[in-house]
């Protein structure tokens, strides 16, 4: 199974300020053949399901903010949120769909100060 | 729009196997993959496995090959997953997904709570 290493476990930061959070893959997460890296990150509010934000590492779902920004390649992948907002208060996963079973990273827990 | 409904909880009884739906409802059902996925408390997420309703092609994580089986009722639009012989350990909310590499769409969740 592709293990997903996701840092730091909690972040804190205040309004308007610049987020960054890391994962990890076990694996290289790039097709060679369409060169496209299978990552995904998700949103999960306190009390809500998950909510897709990204996939192919840095292509935003339908409708998410562009100040969500996806990006790396083969086993090291960003979540940027450029400007936190008070909504932006979530856990954040990525997941890997490169194979199955498909895994998640054990979560960064975004707090807003 | 896109909805995935399912019940918000269920008590189960050591032992009692359980069998979680997943009604899905405004898209053509037997198009996409179905996945369940697992969330225990405080926890993180666990693909448990998927299955295509057309067919009822299944993929299962095989830490839950002898836990989890997935089946479809196409007449109602409805995805399954029965739970075999749960302990505690498998309290948990079980959510379902729609999607086969990445989850766009998830239902509220079941809450499962296995005690006696």
């Known amino acids: 199974d592709i293990v997903m290493t996701q840092s730091p476990s909690s972040l804190a930061m205040s309004v308007g300020q610049k987020a960054t959070m890391s994962c990890k893959s076990s694996?290289?997460?790039?097709?060679?053949?369409?060169?496209?890296?299978?990552l995904a990150w998700y949103q999960q509010k306190p009390g809500q399901s998950p909510k897709l934000l990204v996939y192919?590492?840095?292509t935003r779902e339908s409708g998410v903010p562009d100040r969500f920004i996806g990006s790396g390649s083969g086993t090291d992948f960003t979540l940027t949120i450029s400007s936190v907002q008070a909504e932006d208060l979530a856990d954040y996963f990525c997941?890997?769909?490169?194979?199955?079973?498909?895994?998640f990273g054990g979560g960064t827990k975004l707090e807003i100060k | 729009q896109v909805q995935l409904q399912q019940p918000g909880a269920e008590l189960v009884r050591p032992g009692a196997s359980v069998k979680l739906s997943c009604k899905a409802s405004g898209y053509t059902f037997t198009s996409y993959w179905i996945n369940w996925v697992r969330q225990r408390p405080g926890q993180g997420l666990e693909w448990i496995g998927n299955?295509?309703?057309?067919?009822?092609?299944?993929n299962y994580n095989q830490k839950f090959k002898d836990k989890a089986t997935l089946t479809v009722d196409k007449s109602s639009s409805t995805a399954y997953m029965q739970l075999s012989s749960p302990t505690s350990e498998d309290s948990a909310v079980y959510y379902c997904t729609r999607g086969r590499a990445w989850f766009a769409f998830w239902g509220q969740g079941t809450l499962v709570t296995v005690s006696a």
């Open positions: 694996q290289s997460l790039l097709n060679s053949s369409n060169q496209k890296n299978y």
């Open positions: 192919f590492a840095s």
């Open positions: 299955i295509f309703p057309s067919d009822s092609y299944t």
């Open positions: 997941q890997q769909h490169y194979d199955t079973p498909r895994t």
